[in-house]
């Protein structure tokens, strides 16, 4: 399979606690963004790296959370001292950053889904 | 970018055709429509996306009106496997945009047998 995968699928933890998600993005696919999702509503932005650089971080990523993406290949993505609020799915994307097409689509992982007690 | 309005859910019968409306009336002359969806329990898909024509391709036709200001999202021939949240975004594409994408709540399709 080439696709995105991350892991876990699932993580329960309990409030207080670390919890730390991996993504592997399409090989050779420069560009990763980390998004969001709770229940009912759509996906939103993160924060996005292009090769090991993170350029963009949304006001959503309080300074409990910290992405890595280290030699621009998989990326991690900690969440310090969970919190109820935090529990959600948490997607990765990737895309190829190249060509001549100015649009280069996404590619969603399938999630890994958290869930704070 | 433009915010975009849709229908929360909708229903279609499987083998007709399902019409996805999307409204997005302060769009810009250079924001494109873009459309993916999301199968339950899975990462969103991209669809299609488009500027001002009429797109079509193996999933999909886009059908954008004259002014811009809403479009449709045709899936000729929808099948069970279509059910899922379908997201219309609109967005700017520039040379080397690296492209973060604003979701909404999506429209609910249930295709039923």
């Known amino acids: 399979d080439t696709g995105v995968s991350q892991d876990p699928r699932h993580k329960i933890t309990k409030r207080g606690q670390n919890v730390t998600f991996r993504c592997d993005p399409i090989s050779e696919h420069n560009r990763l963004y980390w998004y969001r999702q709770t229940l009912g509503q759509g996906p939103e932005f993160l924060t996005y790296?292009?090769?090991?650089?993170?350029?963009?971080k949304s006001r959503l990523l309080s300074d409990r959370f910290s992405a890595e993406r280290p030699k621009g290949s998989f990326s991690t993505l900690e969440i310090q001292r969970t919190e109820q609020g935090d529990s959600a799915m948490y997607l990765c994307?990737?895309?190829?950053?190249?060509?001549?097409?100015?649009?280069?689509?996404?590619?969603f992982g399938p999630g890994t889904r958290l869930t704070v007690l | 970018d433009a915010k975009t309005t849709q229908p929360p859910s909708m229903d279609c019968a499987e083998g007709r055709a399902a019409n996805l409306p999307c409204n997005h009336s302060?769009?810009?002359?250079?924001?494109?429509v873009y459309w993916y969806r999301q199968i339950h329990s899975q990462g969103p898909q991209y669809i299609i996306h488009g500027l001002k024509n009429n797109e079509t391709n193996e999933m999909a036709s886009l059908i954008i009106t004259e002014d811009r200001k809403s479009s449709t999202l045709i899936l000729p021939h929808a099948t069970l496997r279509d059910t899922a949240v379908y997201y219309c975004i609109v967005r700017v594409e520039v040379t080397d945009s690296w492209g973060k994408l604003q979701f909404g709540a999506g429209t609910q399709v249930v295709v039923t047998p």
């Open positions: 994307a990737s895309s190829s950053g190249r060509g001549l097409n100015l649009y280069n689509e996404q590619f």
């Open positions: 302060t769009i810009s002359g250079n924001e494109y």
């Open positions: 790296f292009q090769n090991e650089a993170q350029l963009e």
